[in-house]
Structure formats: C-alpha cells, structure tokens
C-alpha cells in the first residue's frame, strides 16, 4: 500500500492561469486513494474557477483538524487578501496575493501538515510591482524553510538538469560563477539521483563558453574556475564529467549516457529541456526539507480565462512530488 501523502497546490497568479491548471490537473486525474490533494487559495477565485470549468466546488479544509479526507479540498489561508484579478494582467494585488498562500503552506509544510508542495506560476513583473524582494518562488522556500541553500532542478523526459545560476541577466552569468556555487550545484545533483532513481551514476557539468572554451581559445572560464571547482570536490559516489561542450552533452544525456546535467545559466539548460518535454516539464527545487515541484511553464497571461491552457506540466509536476514524498528526502530534517 502507498504511504498516505498530502499535497498543498498553490493558485499562483490569479491573474494568470495557475488557477485553472491546479483545478484541472486535481480534478482531471483518478489520483491513487493515498494522495490528498489541497488546494490553496482564495476560496472565491477556486470558485469561480470551478465554475467556469463546470466542476465541483470541493469540501474545506482545517488544518487544525487532522489530515484531509477528501481526494480533493481547499483551504484558504488566514487573512488571505480579497482581490478581483484581471486575468492577462500582472499585477501587485494578485502578487500579494499569491505569495501569502505561497508562505502559509510552507509553514503547514514546516509543522508536517503538509508532506509537500505544488506550487502553479507566479509573476516577476508583479513581484516587482508589490515591492516583493525575491525572484522567485526558489529564493523564498529557502528563505522561509530556515535559509538553506538550494538548487533549482527541471526534470523532463530523459534529462535531469541543475542550474549554477539561476534567474540573472546573461550579462551577468560569468561574474556570478563561483567555485562553492558550482560545487554545490553537483554536489546536491548527486545527493538527489538516489532519490529520483536515476540512472547511471554519472553527471555531465557544461562549460560556460562555446566548445567548453576550446582550451582557451574562447574564453577560460572553464579552465580557471569551473574544471578547478570540479577537482576539488569530494568524492560523491558518483562519476562527475567536466566540463563539457554544452552542445553536445543534451544529446548524450538524453540517450541516458548521464545521470544529470549540470548547465551553467538559464537558458543553457532549459531551452534543449523545453524543446523535449515543454508540456511535461517540471521544477523541483533540491535542499528543502519537504517536497517542492512546480510545471516548467510560466503565468501564460495571454490565454489566461480561456480555459485552453494544458494542465499536462502540472499533472507531472503532482505525480513527481507525489512519488519523492514516498522515499527518503536528502534533506529532510529528523530523518523525515
């Protein structure tokens, strides 16, 4: 029998379509007996929701009252902001908003009310507009579960790629590149395969320039900062290659010649990622003490209310926390 596990999903952006993909994705699936799902928000905004896609309301609940009985609730936090978002549109109220619901089920998380975390998209626009001071849902798990270091992880199809750097202008990239950053990167990439059951015990590690810098010839940021970083990690227990020609190596890790990827910015790792699974993508952010996924997509704006936007990447990002919530986390706290 599957360990019994409860799921919190966060709306994200009301003005957006996280909304609609948690409420598709929890209601479109025959999810297994021992998976609750909670949905975690507005209970107006879940309802209007609901309504548009002709679903069922689900029951509320209390966390004060023991785990969930239903294979689909909602809670909506204490003193959760009243907004009336307008969909396309990002915006402080509905940033505000999202990020209430964001902490208050990190805290049920922190308390093992919750065994883990689905969070639906938000906007960095809007962050921005309500004086927000993070970048991401990232920066703020690990700030609210204690200030851990963390690593940002997609997942989709056969690639498994950790970012060195995460959300930061490519212009910025090779001065943000340091020795402890690169080396924690690989060293949580190889605490994680264990956990995700990957195969083989082997990670590729990019290089920052074309041709991992041709010797030198195009820059030597592989020879003087990334191969020197490499060395001087511990043995991990697995094969660490590197570094590679980021060109080639999606192609061989895809063929499951490598374990993982680590890529050295952004859009190094993502776009190959993408151009595979961009349906099925899924973030999981590695260091937490509780699960944490996410769909590899953004707040999509321009079809928001449409009810067209595909819950595909959610539906994976669920079933991904759902199976980690069921094996031993790496950083799981009290052995936990």
Request: charged share 20%; glycine share 10%.
């Amino acid at each position: 029998m599957r360990k019994p596990t409860t799921l919190g999903i966060t709306l994200g952006d009301a003005g957006g379509i996280g909304p609609e993909t948690a409420i598709k994705a929890a209601a479109a699936v025959d999810w297994p007996e021992s998976l609750k799902l909670v949905l975690v928000g507005s209970r107006d905004i879940i309802r209007r929701e609901c309504r548009r896609q002709k679903i069922k309301l689900p029951p509320i609940w209390n966390p004060d009252s023991g785990k969930p009985t239903a294979p689909v609730q909602t809670w909506e936090p204490p003193k959760t902001p009243r907004i009336t978002p307008t969909l396309g549109v990002a915006s402080a109220p509905a940033s505000r908003a999202a990020v209430h619901g964001i902490r208050a089920t990190v805290k049920l998380c922190m308390q093992h009310k919750l065994d883990g975390i689905v969070t639906a998209p938000i906007c960095k626009e809007g962050l921005m507009r309500a004086k927000i001071d993070y970048p991401g849902h990232t920066e703020m798990l690990a700030d609210w579960s204690g200030n851990r270091d963390v690593e940002m992880m997609l997942i989709g199809g056969a690639l498994r790629v950790t970012l060195a750097t995460r959300h930061v202008p490519i212009s910025s990239v090779e001065s943000l590149l340091t020795t402890e950053g690169i080396q924690r990167a690989v060293t949580f990439t190889a605490q994680a395969l264990e956990w995700l059951g990957a195969a083989p015990a082997r990670i590729a590690v990019c290089g920052l320039n074309p041709h991992a810098g041709d010797g030198g010839a195009i820059g030597r940021a592989e020879i003087d900062l990334i191969a020197p970083a490499l060395k001087k990690l511990p043995d991990l227990g697995v094969e660490i290659v590197g570094p590679v020609s980021a060109d080639t190596v999606f192609h061989y890790a895809r063929k499951r010649e490598y374990g993982a990827v680590v890529a050295m910015y952004h859009d190094q790792g993502l776009a190959p990622l993408k151009m595979l699974a961009f349906d099925k993508g899924v973030n999981l952010t590695l260091g937490l003490p509780f699960v944490r996924t996410s769909p590899d997509h953004g707040t999509a704006f321009n079809i928001a209310g449409k009810n067209i936007a595909s819950a595909t990447s959610m539906v994976a990002a669920i079933r991904t926390a759902s199976r980690l919530c069921r094996r031993k986390n790496p950083w799981a706290d009290n052995g936990r």
